[in-house]
């Protein structure tokens, strides 16, 4: 057995399905995650992950790699070591990092009540909660670039949401700020360089904002959810930026007024998918 196929397993069979969300079951043979759930998590094949473990599958790209460590929870420096033993290396420090640390995980699980959800520098959204994709439309059925928050903003509106003219105005400003300042801390991203450039060309609104040269980073903003079962619900919106680790997330609450509602919380879960 290669060094890459002992670490995929001893590294899925510590995980404990309730460390990720999931029921552990009463008839379960298999120590910490079957590799189904190991696939569903990373996004990947069973069969896909099985030849990985028998060694029969070689040259996993970098973006497998990182939804595997991201799927099973590793550190920083366990996330490298998956990448040395692939023969791939590890992500560089003026790339965009996509990893989630064990301390993020903690702050989302902890974090259960409210809908919060993690993002890259440039606001590619890597997890979510299920309150979050109550209120947003759930993500798992978005790919590419329509999961990233910038891009979906400014090329396709943001339907189901209102923002008074003062915050939409703060929103879209801020994303802009957000990006340039990513631009400036990873300048060896390509796929950053990409989303800027493909922005700047085909989007007036964005070439706009990124004209004015702004560099800061989103913290919070207030919007209304229109589309949901039980009416609009007005949340504040507020970032915790990671800068240790490799994301920042997002969480949201009731605004004042909001909170007067008996069961906000389960006026979300029920609100409507986009």
Not at 6 to 29: I, K, M, N, T, Y
Not at 43 to 66: H, K
Request: aromatic letters at 6%.
């Amino acid at each position: 057995m290669t060094e890459f196929a002992s670490v995929l397993r001893s590294w899925r069979e510590r995980v404990q399905p309730a460390d990720v969300g999931l029921a552990a079951g009463s008839h379960r043979r298999t120590a910490g995650l079957r590799r189904e759930e190991l696939a569903a998590l990373a996004g990947v094949s069973v069969d896909y992950v099985v030849r990985l473990e028998q060694g029969r599958s070689v040259n996993p790209s970098p973006q497998m790699l990182g939804a595997l460590a991201r799927a099973l929870r590793l550190t920083e420096d366990e996330r490298d070591h998956l990448h040395r033993v692939a023969g791939v290396a590890p992500p560089g420090r003026g790339e965009v990092p996509r990893h989630i640390t064990p301390g993020v995980h903690r702050i989302v699980d902890r974090l259960g009540d409210v809908p919060i959800a993690v993002f890259t520098a440039t606001h590619d959204m890597l997890l979510w909660n299920p309150l979050w994709a109550a209120l947003n439309g759930d993500p798992s059925t978005r790919t590419g670039w329509d999961r990233n928050l910038v891009w979906t903003y400014f090329t396709q509106g943001h339907a189901g949401t209102d923002f008074d003219a003062v915050h939409e105005e703060e929103f879209a400003r801020d994303l802009a700020a957000d990006l340039r300042t990513a631009v400036g801390r990873y300048p060896a991203d390509r796929a950053l360089a990409r989303l800027v450039a493909r922005l700047r060309a085909e989007v007036p609104e964005f070439e706009r904002r990124w004209s004015e040269a702004r560099v800061a980073e989103h913290r919070s903003s207030r919007k209304t959810v229109t589309r949901t079962a039980v009416g609009p619900i007005t949340i504040d919106c507020d970032t915790l930026s990671v800068r240790a680790a490799t994301s920042a997330s997002s969480s949201t609450r009731p605004s004042p007024a909001a909170r007067t509602r008996r069961g906000w919380i389960s006026s979300a879960s029920r609100a409507c998918r986009r």
